[in-house]
């Protein structure tokens, strides 16, 4: 599944992945800047709750986004795919300048919107510049292959991740979230094995990484966006792996990128906040001048 095809003229919105369990009380940047981008006091915020069993999500971040000046916000309260066709939460989505998916069960999430009007109105919108964030389960469904479960704290090994398809709303990452805290590096290495054109990103709690329309992510939060990049893997032995069996992964690249880093994700280059110096970078005519 391709992401949807973007107007010409017209530049796609932020996709904004967040690791999960993300500062709701304090400074609450993360939210903060998404309702900045969705239009701040002029904002109208559509919240996806669906992968969460819990009633009081929707309207929790109802509060939350309200409080942070945004000018309208709503909650689609879809339970089952029938919701998917309802004429009211079609326009409601038509008219969004943001949209946000809550966490809990990201195969709950694809299996109730996987196909529907919904799901083609996140993409088309996302496409026409409107900003879609996700957390957690909402992160996940985001990339084309979704991480759909595996178990952390477990070496990278044949059959210890599943993946399923997601909403696709970029088909150059694969997103892991809850990253550093389940201690997941060895199931998105898995992942990443599977297929090197995807670039991995494990993101932390209360993290995000927001993704430009020019396809360079920035890390806002207090964590850190791991980014395994296997394009230039040498040896793989997922191929001939037994089930279980520890796998061999050769030549691969792994960034740690923290607040304000940045990762150009066609160039598949990283940088450190815009007023850091780039270790190990040639001096320009200025810095041989000042010496």
Not at 45 to 51: G, H, K, L, M, Y
Not at 77 to 106: H, K, V
Request: neutral net charge.
């Amino acid at each position: 599944m391709c992401p949807a095809p973007v107007a010409d003229g017209a530049s796609r919105g932020f996709i904004i992945p967040i690791g999960g369990g993300e500062d709701r009380i304090k400074e609450m940047q993360i939210h903060r800047r998404f309702v900045e981008l969705s239009g701040g006091s002029n904002a109208s915020i559509v919240v996806i709750p669906t992968a969460s069993l819990l009633h009081e999500t929707g309207q929790n971040y109802r509060r939350i986004f309200s409080r942070l000046g945004a000018g309208n916000v709503n909650f689609l309260q879809i339970t089952r795919r029938a919701d998917c066709n309802n004429p009211e939460f079609s326009e409601m989505l038509d008219n969004a300048t943001g949209i946000f998916m809550t966490g809990g069960n990201q195969l709950r999430l694809s299996a109730i919107l996987g196909g529907t009007l919904v799901a083609q109105k996140i993409r088309r919108r996302n496409a026409e510049g409107i900003p879609v964030a996700g957390t957690s389960a909402g992160a996940s469904i985001m990339s084309e292959h979704m991480v759909a479960g595996g178990a952390g704290n477990e070496p990278p090994a044949e059959g210890k991740v599943s993946l399923a398809p997601g909403i696709g709303l970029t088909n150059s990452v694969i997103i892991d979230q809850h990253f550093t805290q389940r201690n997941r590096l060895g199931r998105l290495l898995t992942a990443s094995s599977y297929n090197p054109f995807l670039i991995g990103l494990g993101i932390d709690e209360d993290t995000a990484a927001f993704i430009g329309a020019d396809n360079v992510l920035e890390v806002v939060g207090s964590g850190t966006v791991t980014v395994v990049d296997a394009s230039q893997m040498t040896h793989s032995s997922i191929w001939d792996a037994k089930p279980g069996q520890a796998l061999s992964l050769l030549g691969l690249r792994l960034d740690v990128l923290g607040e304000g880093c940045r990762y150009d994700l066609k160039a598949r280059i990283g940088y450190p906040p815009k007023d850091h110096t780039v270790i190990g970078a040639l001096p320009t005519a200025n810095d041989k001048n000042s010496e």
